[in-house]
């Protein structure tokens, strides 16, 4: 690896946070455990947690004086609809790349960043470099599944992330800094749908693609604590809440039909095919989900699967196993 000789930050490292006192520390731990070859900022946004969040982040912030930034707030951001990585972070970042983690994952392997700024580096025309990643239980830490979408470090097709819902863990992002600001400035951004899931096709369809490393680098928290999934799954209104995104991710496709002339637009119909299946899946619909979508629903891991079966057939034992999944 050939030494940078400079002190500015070539990366910059953005992290959300809101109550997540349980997880910032493993997080923080996570990203400051790099070893590269170049310099690197941890730009981190706390949305006026609750908890003790806070306190740890400020603490960071004076132990590692000029490598970890805090920003705070004295009323929540998110609530008023403003973006914390667009509003707050990236006017901050100095570097020519940007990486992401929210405050409940963390990075498994110390060579993340050198990695993924290498395979970069190798190729100036690729705009983002994702990887593999493994989904743990929130509180323990074990690996539930893994997210692997190809076999070997390849070139992203469009077509696969256009097609399905995640390919790719957002926290496994690294980005051009300019391909970052063009996102902002695109029609896509202006989507109603997740912003993870409107990154990874705008990265995907951008001129020069995504570049994909299959080696498990981070990890991803299954309904941790204060999270949107969690809070989506055990709201009342969850199915309309399903419903809403079903239909922002329906507009995401056709956008992208639009923006690229219909180019993709056979991998658009199979994704929006796909997108229903999802909404199935966190409807719970188990009857349709083996009707309609048999080979799919059946090579799910056994917990999906089992979470709709118990649903659909015996709520009191679904309640059940849901309390004793939350307590864990």
Same mark, same amino acid.
């Given at each position: 690896?050939?030494?940078?000789?400079?002190?500015?930050?070539?990366?910059?490292?953005?992290?959300?946070?809101?109550?997540?006192?349980?997880?910032?520390?493993?997080?923080?731990?996570?990203?400051?455990?790099?070893?590269?070859?170049?310099?690197?900022?941890?730009?981190?946004?706390?949305?006026?947690?609750?908890?003790?969040?806070?306190?740890?982040?400020?603490?960071?912030?004076?132990? =590692?004086?000029?490598?970890?930034?805090?920003?705070?707030?004295?009323?929540?951001?998110?609530?008023?609809?403003?973006?914390?990585?667009?509003?707050?972070?990236?006017?901050?970042?100095?570097?020519?790349?940007?990486?992401?983690?929210?405050?409940?994952?963390?990075?498994?392997?110390?060579?993340?960043?050198?990695?993924?700024?290498?395979?970069?580096?190798?190729?100036?025309?690729?705009?983002?470099?994702?990887?593999?990643?493994?989904?743990?239980?929130?509180?323990?830490?074990?690996?539930?599944?893994?997210?692997?979408? =190809?076999?070997?470090?390849?070139?992203?097709?469009?077509?696969?992330? !256009?097609?399905?819902?995640?390919?790719?863990?957002?926290?496994?992002?690294? !980005?051009?800094?300019?391909?970052?600001?063009?996102?902002?400035?695109?029609?896509?951004?202006?989507?109603?749908?997740?912003?993870?899931?409107?990154?990874?096709?705008?990265?995907?369809?951008?001129?020069?693609?995504?570049?994909?490393?299959?080696?498990?680098?981070?990890?991803? $928290?299954?309904?941790?604590?204060?999270?949107?999934? $969690?809070?989506?799954?055990?709201?009342?209104?969850?199915?309309?809440?399903?419903?809403?995104?079903?239909?922002?991710?329906?507009?995401?496709?056709?956008?992208?039909?639009?923006?690229?002339?219909?180019?993709?637009?056979?991998?658009?119909?199979?994704? !929006?095919?796909?997108?229903?299946?999802?909404?199935?899946?966190?409807?719970?619909?188990?009857?349709?989900? $083996? $009707?309609?979508?048999?080979?799919?629903?059946?090579?799910?891991?056994?917990?999906?699967?089992?979470?709709?079966?118990?649903?659909?057939?015996?709520?009191?034992?679904?309640?059940?196993?849901?309390?004793? =999944?939350?307590?864990?």
């Amino acid at each position: 690896m050939d030494d940078i000789p400079s002190t500015e930050p070539v990366v910059s490292i953005t992290c959300i946070t809101y109550n997540q006192e349980d997880y910032i520390a493993q997080c923080l731990d996570s990203l400051l455990a790099q070893e590269t070859s170049f310099p690197f900022e941890v730009l981190v946004n706390d949305d006026c947690s609750t908890d003790g969040t806070t306190d740890i982040v400020l603490s960071y912030q004076q132990r =590692y004086p000029g490598k970890v930034r805090a920003v705070t707030h004295d009323e929540n951001q998110y609530s008023k609809g403003v973006m914390p990585i667009e509003n707050f972070l990236f006017p901050l970042a100095r570097g020519r790349y940007l990486a992401m983690c929210e405050g409940d994952d963390y990075w498994t392997d110390p060579t993340k960043l050198q990695r993924q700024y290498d395979a970069m580096q190798a190729d100036p025309t690729l705009v983002a470099c994702v990887h593999a990643n493994e989904n743990v239980q929130a509180n323990t830490g074990q690996r539930i599944t893994t997210l692997r979408f =190809y076999e070997q470090d390849r070139a992203v097709d469009p077509s696969d992330v !256009i097609s399905h819902a995640q390919c790719f863990s957002t926290n496994s992002l690294f !980005i051009r800094m300019d391909a970052m600001k063009s996102y902002f400035d695109s029609q896509i951004r202006a989507v109603p749908d997740d912003g993870d899931h409107k990154m990874m096709t705008f990265f995907a369809i951008t001129e020069g693609g995504m570049w994909y490393i299959d080696r498990i680098m981070s990890a991803y $928290r299954i309904l941790s604590k204060n999270s949107i999934n $969690r809070t989506t799954l055990l709201s009342k209104d969850r199915n309309e809440r399903a419903l809403r995104r079903y239909e922002a991710r329906v507009e995401l496709l056709r956008t992208i039909d639009e923006v690229t002339d219909g180019r993709y637009h056979d991998a658009v119909t199979k994704g !929006i095919d796909y997108m229903g299946y999802v909404l199935c899946k966190d409807t719970r619909d188990f009857r349709r989900l $083996r $009707r309609q979508w048999p080979e799919q629903f059946a090579s799910e891991s056994l917990p999906t699967k089992l979470d709709s079966l118990l649903y659909t057939y015996c709520k009191p034992l679904h309640k059940l196993a849901c309390a004793v =999944y939350f307590r864990m």
